[in-house]
């Protein structure tokens, strides 16, 4: 049997194998599903569309049955992952197992020619080849199973035989294909180490095992930001009320639900801290955890690759594969690994679209023109601001999405959840509840500045460190500086005994050598660093002007940065920020205190970044206006004009602008950024506030509210209504209570107009 793909390179001839052979029984169960199945399906669709023009796709030979056009929502519904493909291919070369089903099933309901025969016992074989296929690709345990090439053997056989019936071949043309078949069955017994189906047999044979201890090195534990403290990934996993949006105002669904869209690839936002590397650090663990079967919706997936965007050292896809498959790589070269993985199927995991660089672009854009198979599925997370550099690359090679939105914890009960399962995984058998008591004890607008997962971590950590400072926090703004004021203790801690005096100073000079660093990278687009870029940074901390030689740069960087040992031995550490949204935090801070200290420099200088480049900046400017509204508003004020314009360049969302006015006093003129038209959304009973100081300098063309009665309730929803003006304004209660009257919410709809 010859092989589809192209060998890359002169793989080793394969060692003398019995029947005995585990790989072997794969390799059978592999050939058997991956060629031969598509094979007599192909065939047979031959017969089926023997009215098909040689030009036709088969989308256009089923609406040419059908009599009309299909719309693409329609389209995109009945053909399912298979939509691309179907609409796309002139012949059935590129047609696997599912989408020839699919189109047997679709054809038989069209007819063909006015003419209609029964296809029922022709259906039954074709879905008992279908589901031998899924039992083998997706379970190990069955492909490893004789008996299941045995059963596939008998079950082709059987569809050439009720083929041969529902087509009315002669006798003599059926034999000859059945003959055919057992010729290709006994070529597959005869293993062969050169064709892609023995690589794709030692894949999965040995693929899974052979990364699984990779991933559970790097992603088993979690290192809290602030601290050295480590917990277990999956206890603290806030997994079963982690719930995504689906952003067109679809229904809200757990995160193992999004593997139900129809479309290939899935794209995950959430705001920084929003729990989208750790959502999918989790899947990778549930995915490769050898104790348990993996989770239901992670059955359909033999393989699984990962790769962040934020990597600026790997710049094909088959280098990826070859990080993942290293000693298969070496055996039979990671090209041929990766023909044969496109094979099987893959779950691509693409985190972080948002950090994306030259490098790792070309990998995602790789990534994305080599998964047309229905048996390839993508998952990419971003920030929100990043989908729509996003889109044009999906646009371009046709491939369908369908976007979910990581929901914030709002619910009290939700993040005293969340925080209950960090203070156990930190506490042991002290578990005291004060962590989760002192959470609850703040006022609601506090505490809604809490409804990330980064910074309900950040939370515990402040507890451990200022439990006392928490009790005193009135409003959102005396937050943000204890965060700072956390690793300034934490410095010194690391620094007791090597300095007696001036340690405010030392360390703030510090902190800006660290912001300057961390604005120069994020302004070249860097969230990794190099050993070169660590060596700089520790040469500005030891230049800072109060530093000697007892100050060890290196015991201060780990205090915010967090190093990644090499893989390989021939490779330095790399390290980065805990996380991007410490980056920027540092980044903004250092830009504060230009702008505080006098400098007379102007914003775009102290920036050092170009317009065309502002939305690298967008959350470190937002930073800078919330520190100055809560530290200088006379410096904010001052400064206002040249922030506003550096803001519009970064390209500032209009529920951005809403988050940070909730948060800070004096911030209220960020409303004149938003400018006039489009919609202003509202979904948290905290934005309320915001929207009315946004209102009176920008009148959107309608204000959509989307809240719960209770929420809206304790907010100023009258005042908000009349700050639209004559914008309207759209109210849609999320859960409401049918037997609940809600006269008081319309009451303020009706008296404005």
């Not at 022709?122 to 690709?137: C, H, I, P």
Request: charge should be negative; charged fraction near 25%; proline fraction near 4%.
């Amino acid at each position: 049997m010859a092989g589809t793909g192209t060998i890359a390179g002169p793989a080793p001839v394969a060692p003398a194998i019995t029947m005995d052979d585990r790989c072997i029984r794969i390799y059978c169960n592999i050939v058997g599903n991956l060629d031969l199945s598509p094979r007599v399906m192909r065939s047979m669709l031959d017969k089926e569309c023997d009215d098909k023009r040689s030009n036709e796709t088969y989308r256009q030979l089923m609406e040419r049955r059908l009599g009309r056009a299909y719309g693409n929502g329609e389209w995109k519904k009945l053909a399912s992952f298979s939509a691309n493909v179907l609409e796309t291919s002139t012949d059935s070369t590129k047609l696997d197992v599912t989408p020839l089903f699919l189109l047997f099933t679709k054809l038989f309901g069209l007819g063909k020619g006015g003419a209609f025969k029964d296809p029922t016992a022709l259906l039954a074989k074709l879905g008992a080849v279908k589901k031998l296929r899924n039992d083998v690709m997706h379970d190990l345990d069955n492909a490893v199973d004789a008996q299941k090439f045995t059963e596939l053997t008998a079950a082709l056989e059987e569809l050439v035989r009720e083929a041969g019936r529902f087509y009315a071949l002669p006798q003599a043309d059926v034999d000859a294909e059945v003959q055919n078949l057992n010729n290709d069955i006994d070529k597959v017994r005869r293993m062969d180490s050169q064709i892609i189906y023995y690589w794709c047999a030692r894949l999965a044979s040995s693929g899974k095992r052979a990364i699984r201890l990779l991933w559970k090195a790097k992603f088993e534990h979690e290192k809290l930001s602030l601290n050295h403290e480590t917990v277990q990934r999956q206890e603290v996993f806030h997994a079963l009320d982690m719930n995504v949006r689906e952003t067109d105002g679809g229904k809200t669904v757990s995160y193992t639900e999004i593997f139900e869209a129809r479309e290939k690839v899935m794209v995950v936002t959430g705001v920084a801290g929003a729990g989208k590397t750790t959502l999918v650090k989790n899947i990778v663990l549930q995915f490769f955890n050898p104790q348990q079967t993996a989770p239901g919706y992670l059955r359909p997936f033999n393989q699984l690759i990962f790769f962040e965007c934020r990597d600026r050292t790997t710049p094909t896809l088959s280098d990826v594969i070859q990080q993942h498959y290293e000693e298969l790589c070496i055996e039979l070269l990671k090209e041929n690994v990766l023909m044969a993985l496109l094979r099987l199927d893959v779950l691509f995991i693409i985190d972080g679209f948002d950090e994306v660089n030259e490098n790792s672009r070309k990998v995602v854009l790789e990534i994305i023109m080599k998964t047309w198979r229905s048996n390839c599925r993508v998952l990419i997370t971003t920030r929100p601001h990043a989908v729509k550099e996003l889109a044009p690359l999906l646009r371009l090679n046709d491939v369908s999405s369908t976007q979910y939105e990581i929901l914030p914890l709002t619910k009290l009960a939700d993040q005293l959840a969340f925080l209950r399962r960090y203070e156990a995984a930190l506490g042991g058998d002290t578990l005291t509840g004060e962590v989760s008591k002192s959470f609850e004890s703040l006022s609601e607008d506090v505490r809604s500045l809490f409804t990330e997962p980064i910074n309900l971590v950040h939370f515990c950590e402040m507890h451990k460190h200022f439990p006392k400072e928490i009790s005193s926090w009135k409003m959102p703004g005396d937050v943000a500086p204890v965060k700072l004021r956390l690793y300034k203790e934490l410095i010194q801690t690391k620094l007791a005994g090597s300095i007696n005096e001036d340690s405010d100073i030392l360390i703030k000079d510090m902190f800006n050598a660290v912001g300057a660093a961390a604005l120069e990278l994020l302004n070249d687009d860097v969230l990794i660093l190099m050993e070169a870029d660590h060596l700089v940074i520790k040469e500005k901390i030891q230049k800072t002007p109060k530093s000697n030689d007892e100050v060890d740069p290196a015991a201060v960087l780990s205090v915010m940065l967090k190093e990644h040992k090499p893989l390989c031995s021939n490779r330095s550490s790399s390290y980065e920020f805990k996380h991007k949204s410490e980056q920027e935090m540092f980044a903004g801070n250092y830009i504060v205190q230009r702008i505080i200290g006098g400098y007379a420099d102007s914003l775009y200088s102290i920036l050092g970044v170009p317009k065309e480049g502002m939305s690298r900046l967008r959350e470190v400017l937002l930073y800078v206006v919330a520190a100055l509204s809560r530290d200088s508003p006379r410096h904010l004020t001052r400064r206002w004009p040249q922030l506003k314009e550096a803001l519009c360049y970064a390209g500032v969302t209009r529920n951005a602008v809403m988050a940070c006015v909730a948060s800070c006093p004096n911030a209220g003129m960020l409303g004149d950024l938003v400018g006039d038209g489009s919609s202003l959304h509202v979904r948290e009973d905290r934005h309320v506030d915001a929207a009315v100081a946004m209102l009176s300098l920008s009148k959107p063309d309608a204000v959509e509210v989307y809240m719960e009665a209770a929420a809206l309730r304790g907010a100023p929803w009258g005042a908000l209504v009349a700050a639209a003006g004559g914008a309207g304004v759209w109210l849609t209660l999320s859960s409401p209570d049918a037997y609940e009257p809600h006269d008081d919410l319309l009451l303020p709809l009706h008296d404005s107009g």
